[in-house]
């Protein structure tokens, strides 16, 4: 298919083509007629997907079209996003795809003084870009009114969830005229979030997008087996070589980011930490240094790093293996958009070697497996921490790993509907479970496959890094006792 198909109007067309957009992903071939059509839509869909086009496109287009925008001033569409790096990503897409139109779009998010943000807004905006506090803020102080909306768009709404915004969300609703275009995203669909989209959304069309397995593939994914205690050192051997440029290296827990930073740091490998504790401008600033080529590491947790879109980037270090395993897709996805070759590496300890499985499972291959490295695994006991409930909370599924040498690995389902969506974000920082959006009723288009992510053709399959040895992780081999690079694997 292609963007012209769409009945998108030229301005945009020729604006598209200067992204280097060839075609339009599933999401976008789903949403974009129906959105011009002014029917509300429920998009299933993650970030890598398109979305943010899906509903940008169509957006300015209705805009452009009413003959209303230039004499008002008011603002007429809102689209709501629980970050600052989202917001800024959104507004940024905002101007690339209406270059050619006359609409102002404008962003704003808090952490920083709220004066030229007024400043802008005096001016007149018809898009308008927010997280929820600043908004709400603006609006009680009268300086923002959203009486006008026409289109309103919530972006991530179970991630607002998570971070505690729901009831800011809330309340902006009711600024909002009742009679208005409504597109909601949501990456999953827990019951507080079933709840609002009945309130919100009337006869929506739904497009549910599931690139899980199907992009994966795409990507070159290597992993590593080695020891905890010697993660970091595999990490530098890796980074000071010249393949990796640079790399977004995913931490489980916010410590081990912090302790991370200052160990590449004292290698002399440029890098900053995005988590949950930095500040806005903090995590701000990091993901433009790593933007900028400035470091060459930037370390995340997945809440910080959800949603983050960073063009060109090669590679994706698994420091520490997500206890869910969409996780793991999810930041791997990361790498090979738009075309660009992707690499994912990730390093397992015997503790992690659950979740290596559960991976495996679900991405329904064998990860290729580096042999002969430097720091081959050789502690194969699990540490003591891991048993029972452990320090790795695991949502929709169970990992027991008993002391007795057997590690076996449980599926909990979260609901018994085949549509189920779920995702959620590891360890300390949040953990989430989604359920089937229940919603049978609607008109639904289940889409998978290639189209749905912009994730390069990835190098072969280099199978050569596995060898047939198998062994019960509990018990040490031989080939590991004696640091020898033989493959182990657990069955
Ligand atoms: P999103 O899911 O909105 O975060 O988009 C993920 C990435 O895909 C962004 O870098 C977009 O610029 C890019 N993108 C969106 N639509 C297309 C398309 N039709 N063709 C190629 N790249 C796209």
Redesign the pocket.
């Known amino acids: 298919m292609k963007f012209e198909e769409l009945n998108i109007i030229e301005p945009i067309l020729k604006a598209l083509k200067d ?1 280097n ?5 599933k999401i ?1 071939e789903e949403a974009i007629p129906s959105i011009l059509l002014g029917k509300d839509l429920l998009g299933c869909a993650q ?7 899906a509903f940008a496109i169509p957006t300015l287009q209705l805009l452009h079209n009413s003959n209303k925008i230039a004499k008002k001033k008011k603002i007429q569409s809102l689209i709501l996003t629980p970050t600052r790096e989202l917001a800024i990503q959104i507004y940024d ?1 905002f101007q690339s795809y209406g270059k050619n139109l006359n609409l102002k779009s404008a962003v704003i998010f808090g952490g920083v003084s709220q004066k030229p943000q007024e400043e802008v807004l005096r001016k007149g905006v018809d898009i308008l870009i927010a997280t929820p506090g600043r908004l709400n803020d603006l609006v009680n102080q009268k300086i923002i009114d959203l009486s006008e909306i026409e289109i309103f768009i919530l972006d991530e709404a179970d991630r607002m969830l998570d971070m505690g915004f729901i009831n800011d969300v809330k309340k902006i609703i009711r600024y909002i005229p009742k009679k208005r275009q409504t597109l909601f995203f949501s990456a999953t669909m827990p019951s507080e979030i079933k709840k609002l989209v009945s309130t919100l959304l009337v006869d929506p069309v739904v497009v549910e997008v599931t690139p899980v397995s199907s992009t994966v593939d795409k990507i070159k994914q290597s992993l590593y087996y080695v020891d905890k205690a010697n993660k970091r050192k595999l990490l530098i051997s890796l980074l000071k070589t010249d393949e990796i440029k640079s790399a977004l290296v995913f931490t489980r827990t916010k410590s081990d980011a912090n302790r991370l930073v200052k160990y590449l740091e004292d290698a002399q490998i440029g890098a900053k930490a995005i988590h949950g504790n930095k500040s806005q401008n903090a995590r701000q600033e990091a993901l433009q240094s790593f933007k900028d080529k400035k470091i060459q590491v930037l370390i995340a947790t997945d809440i910080a790093a959800r949603g983050i ?1 960073i ?1 060109e980037l090669s590679h994706v270090i698994n420091y520490g293996l997500p206890n869910i395993p969409e996780t793991y897709v999810h930041r791997i996805g990361r790498t090979g ?2 075309g660009q070759r992707g690499i994912a590496i990730s390093f397992s300890d015997v503790d992690e070697v659950p979740f290596v499985r559960d991976i495996e499972k679900l991405i329904k291959k064998k990860i290729d497996v580096v042999e002969g490295h430097k720091f081959p695994m050789v502690n194969l006991t699990p540490s003591p921490k891991t048993k029972a409930t452990g320090n790795r909370p695991r949502t929709g599924h169970n990992t027991r790993v008993k002391g007795t040498g057997t590690q076996s690995t449980s599926k909990n389902t979260t609901a018994g509907n085949t549509n189920a969506n779920k995702t959620a974000a590891t360890g300390s920082e949040n953990t989430r479970k989604a359920v089937a959006t229940g919603n049978t009723n609607k008109a639904k288009t289940t889409t998978s496959g290639n189209k749905n992510t ?1 994730k390069s053709t990835a190098t072969g399959n280099q199978n050569t890094f596995r060898t047939g040895a198998t062994a019960n992780p509990n018990t040490r081999t031989a080939g590991a006792k004696k640091n020898t690079t033989r493959r182990t694997s657990f069955k």
């Open positions: 992204e957009y060839k075609e339009p992903s976008q970030t890598g997907t398109g979305k943010t086009a897409n879109d063009d958009r738009a912009f």
